[in-house]
């Protein structure tokens, strides 16, 4: 049992997230970082699915009140257990009354909490994800809150110390690969052009909808307005200001504005990790170089967590 | 049709670009065969008005066998494979203009009397061709004579449940929202409600009829959608 002693700004439960409600405009949710999410849960001994904390800029203090691994990943946030500094990326062995603590992240946004055994919390549509917009999932469909208590799911044998092979750099800068389209015909040559030739800016109005950039005009051949459609994990989605919005886990399932191009999975955790004031490239690749590039992403993510203290 | 690949783990199958009743029924017919068929590697779908959003594994299946799987469904998608729709009757107030508050000035709008414009919206079965955007949210047709420009000035809040048409379409707002589009009157029914065991009520290909109802039986349904012992007429 974990018992918040303090929350932070956005702390929410998180599983990998809900899958085929998007038809009802549901979104998935589930961790924007779904790589550091992932590597949590494998420190903690948890399949990669189990619930764990997304914490956003700010972590928060919490009270252990039974024995439990844990491991904290993601954004670069100070570790404390009773005061005394603890490692990220790496399992943490917890007794009864350690107290625990997440500072203000040092680099990147989103930090990941996942304990031993997984939160155990209703699953709402097949998933214990948090939606806060739309008040489902995880505790009561909301944020976090002093004093909520987090019971853990059982475990069938202790976690063996893990730690990762490497550490993420989080420099408020990203490389983010993506594919040309849906409505890639609704842009002149030049609107592009921009996209793939300039950084964009991290706009503090991000949220896990969606990250909102500012750049360059993303100039349009006639008007912003299309037949709604779906909007695809990673859409970018451009509207009369010519400005860039990428959607995120908690995106809207469809909408009428043009969207230039799609950021492919495997680089929406950099994305997910640049703050306010930071800065985002963008350059173009095909379908087959994306899939090939995602199974080089899974051989790296299968490889990441190593045996050992 | 048409393959519009959307980043790594989706594909947009459309069709014509154009939104019609025949258009629609082609993107649900093929959704309902792949539902049906099953298709390896295919994790979820999102129709919309006339395109099939398709969210794939990459790891399951590669691009080109699953547009030619879905190529192959796409040729032989039309009403003919679908099976009959579910008939829902949402209760309507349209009497009261605290909760239909753009009655009067569509009706004035359209040259209507209040009676015809309300005779015309509960006199027409509609289709929804997709729930999108916010949990629950239908986007239906609507009948030509109620075609109407949307608000020259969208209001900022619009109450859940608002009854509204704009364009040559009928929407009703699930949740509090923004929106700029003509409130006819409210249903007491929620559309979605995240407690509920299926928290939204309606889905894409289902007919959609509204039935009059005053303030005493709005507000009486109303408190039945609170305690949870009111049961939809769905057929």
Request: glycine share 10%; charged share 20%; hydrophobic share 40%.
């Amino acid at each position: 049992v974990i018992r918040i002693l303090d929350a932070g700004p956005l702390t929410t439960i998180q599983d990998t997230g809900r899958v085929g409600q998007l038809r009802f405009a549901i979104p998935p949710s589930g961790p924007v970082d779904r790589r550091a999410f992932v590597i949590a849960n494998r420190l903690a001994g948890n399949a990669d699915n189990a619930a764990g904390l997304e914490c956003t800029l700010m972590g928060p203090r919490f009270e252990a009140q039974a024995v439990c691994a844990m491991a904290v990943t993601g954004a670069t946030m100070p570790v404390t257990v009773n005061g005394a500094q603890a490692p990220a990326w790496a399992t943490i062995a917890l007794k009864a009354g350690d107290v625990v603590k997440l500072g203000a992240a040092k680099s990147g946004v989103r930090a990941y909490v996942a304990f031993s055994g997984g939160i155990d919390v209703p699953v709402v549509l097949g998933s214990r994800a948090t939606y806060v917009r739309g008040r489902l999932g995880g505790l009561d469909g909301r944020a976090l809150k002093r004093d909520d208590v987090l019971k853990l799911l059982p475990v069938t044998a202790p976690a063996p110390a893990r730690r990762t092979r490497e550490v993420p750099e989080y420099t408020n800068e990203a490389e983010l690969r993506v594919v040309i389209g849906l409505q890639a015909d609704r842009f002149t040559k030049d609107g592009i052009a921009a996209l793939l030739g300039n950084p964009y800016e991290m706009l503090p109005q991000s949220d896990r909808m969606g990250a909102r950039l500012k750049g360059p005009k993303i100039d349009h051949v006639k008007g912003h307005d299309i037949i709604s459609d779906g909007i695809p994990f990673g859409g970018i989605q451009v509207p009369g200001d010519g400005q860039p919005i990428v959607l995120l886990v908690d995106r809207q399932s469809t909408g009428g504005y043009t969207k230039v191009a799609t950021v492919c999975s495997f680089d929406i955790p950099r994305l997910a990790q640049v703050k306010p004031g930071g800065r985002v490239t963008f350059r173009a690749i095909e379908v087959a170089e994306a899939h090939s590039l995602s199974r080089e992403d899974a051989v790296s993510l299968a490889r990441a967590v190593m045996e050992g203290p | 049709v048409r393959f519009v690949p959307a980043g790594d783990l989706a594909v947009s199958v459309e069709f014509d670009e154009t939104i019609s009743v025949g258009v629609n029924t082609s993107v649900r017919a093929l959704d309902y065969l792949i539902g049906a068929k099953g298709v390896d590697g295919l994790l979820e779908t999102v129709p919309s008005f006339r395109a099939l959003l398709v969210y794939y594994d990459p790891a399951q299946t590669s691009y080109d066998a699953l547009c030619d799987t879905l190529r192959a469904l796409a040729a032989q998608s039309d009403s003919a494979v679908l099976p009959p729709p579910r008939q829902v009757e949402l209760p309507c107030c349209y009497d009261d203009p605290e909760l239909g508050f753009d009655l009067a000035g569509a009706a004035a709008r359209l040259a209507l009397s209040l009676e015809e414009v309300v005779t015309l919206h509960t006199g027409f079965e509609y289709l929804i061709y997709f729930v999108g955007f916010t949990p629950g949210l239908p986007y239906m047709d609507s009948p030509e004579r109620l075609t109407i420009a949307r608000l020259d000035t969208p209001r900022t809040k619009t109450p859940p449940g608002s009854v509204s048409i704009g364009g040559a379409q009928c929407c009703i707002y699930p949740l509090d929202s923004p929106g700029g589009f003509w409130v006819l009157g409210r249903t007491p029914l929620k559309l979605y409600d995240p407690g509920a065991a299926e928290p939204t009520l309606l889905r894409a290909g289902d007919r959609v009829r509204f039935r009059r109802i005053d303030r005493a039986e709005f507000d009486a349904i109303a408190a039945a959608v609170e305690a949870r012992t009111y049961r939809p007429v769905i057929r």
